[in-house]
């Protein structure tokens, strides 16, 4: 590419209308997030990050499941978090449904009151509806 074509282009992208972060056009829409959206995202809270895979304890600081999941409904809100208990590398697992506002975060962990591994073995397990 010649210098004239390059700087025809960084010209044209300098003056281009600002306002959406890595925006694509679908039909008429405009899909993506702006600017000052993507700024919220980044100073945003990772579900991934901070919950997923993190171990829950009891208030005696004995380990007793890990978060698999996070469930959302449809009005968006988080009520329920998905627990894991016993098992070794997926074998003899058993997922739990517990409300999300029985657990407590307290120094940086993830703490259930009054759970017990046997607590946990002892609910319904878990199963995820068939999707559709």
Wanted: aromatic fraction near 6%; glycine fraction near 10%.
């Amino acid at each position: 590419m010649r210098w004239i074509e390059l700087l025809t282009l960084l010209c044209i992208v300098a003056l281009a209308p600002a306002g959406y972060a890595s925006a694509q056009v679908a039909g008429t829409a405009t899909v993506g997030v702006t600017v000052e959206e993507e700024k919220l995202v980044a100073l945003g809270w990772s579900a991934k990050q901070r919950m997923l895979g993190k171990p829950v304890y009891n208030e005696r600081n004995e380990k007793v499941g890990v978060i698999d999941d996070i469930i959302v409904t449809p009005d968006q809100a988080v009520s329920y978090v998905i627990v894991g208990a016993g098992g070794f590398v997926g074998l003899g697992r058993h997922d739990v449904a517990i409300p999300a506002s029985h657990l407590q975060a307290q120094d940086g962990k993830f703490v259930l009151p009054g759970a017990t591994k046997d607590v946990i073995k002892s609910l319904p397990k878990f199963q995820y509806a068939k999707a559709k």
